[in-house]
């Protein structure tokens, strides 16, 4: 168990949908990503929090959300859902820290959630 | 424009025969590289990171500065070894680190 927990593990909806998709950290980690990964468009970074903050934004539709709570997990937010939402999405945490952490760039991945959108 | 570039989607070796996964990036400062490797649709995990300079299953990737590459290499490729290879660097920011992974290589190793 890498310590970083994905719920659920997969989904099943309709288009047109709504779904949340949910991640706990590593303990003592404070930065969370969210990748997405399809068989087609590889992995694709979405966004990054750390502590309760948006850090980084990277290819994130309008139509997805995300956040991060005081308790540090996060939740991803996917509404309208189409077809091509299907995918695997992968949350990471890491420890950022100021240099002197030797795991302080290193990111640990959850399992993911697969959304299979019919 | 910051970017990372695996040319090869696939790459496909006899078992025994070297291998090598390239990587470059353009990057303004000097990013920290990691190569993550994902086996069969599982998680992904980390592989090596060039700060390291460390051999991790056969596999070491050296940082050419020069040239901004960090290809990853071992000589003799293993059946165990075919997974996908992500090639990542890392900009270290304030608060935090932005780690973007290239497009990926799958490396098939075939008997």
């Known amino acids: 168990d890498s310590g970083v927990t994905q719920t659920p593990k997969h989904l099943i909806t309709a288009t047109g949908q709504r779904v949340t998709l949910r991640c706990s950290p590593r303990?003592?980690?404070?930065?969370v990503y969210w990748y997405q990964q399809s068989l087609d468009q590889g992995l694709q970074f979405l966004i990054q929090?750390?502590?309760?903050?948006?850090?980084a934004k990277g290819n994130i539709l309008e139509r997805f959300s995300a956040q991060q709570f005081p308790d540090l997990h996060s939740e991803l937010n996917l509404s309208s859902l189409e077809l091509g939402d299907s995918a695997l999405y992968f949350c990471?945490?890491?420890?950022?820290?100021?240099?002197?952490?030797?795991?302080?760039?290193?990111?640990?991945f959850g399992a993911g959630s697969r959304l299979t959108v019919l | 424009a910051q970017r990372v570039t695996q040319p090869e989607k696939l790459l496909s070796v006899f078992k025994g025969a070297p291998v090598e996964l390239k990587c470059n990036y353009s990057?303004?400062?000097?990013?920290?590289l990691f190569w993550y490797v994902q086996y069969s649709r599982q998680r992904l995990q980390l592989l090596l990171r060039?700060?390291s300079r460390e051999s991790i299953k056969g596999f070491t990737a050296d940082l050419n500065k020069g040239e901004t590459s960090f290809h990853l290499k071992k000589p003799f490729a293993q059946e165990e070894d075919s997974a996908m290879y992500y090639c990542?660097?890392?900009?270290?920011?304030?608060?935090?680190?932005?780690?973007?992974f290239g497009t990926g290589t799958q490396l098939k190793v075939e008997l």
């Open positions: 990471a945490s890491h420890s950022a820290g100021g240099s002197g952490n030797g795991r302080a760039n290193v990111l640990t």
């Open positions: 303990s003592g980690d404070l930065s």
């Open positions: 929090y750390y502590n309760g903050e948006e850090r």
């Open positions: 990057y303004s400062g000097s990013p920290e």
């Open positions: 060039h700060i």
């Open positions: 990542a660097p890392c900009i270290l920011t304030g608060g935090g680190n932005k780690l973007t």
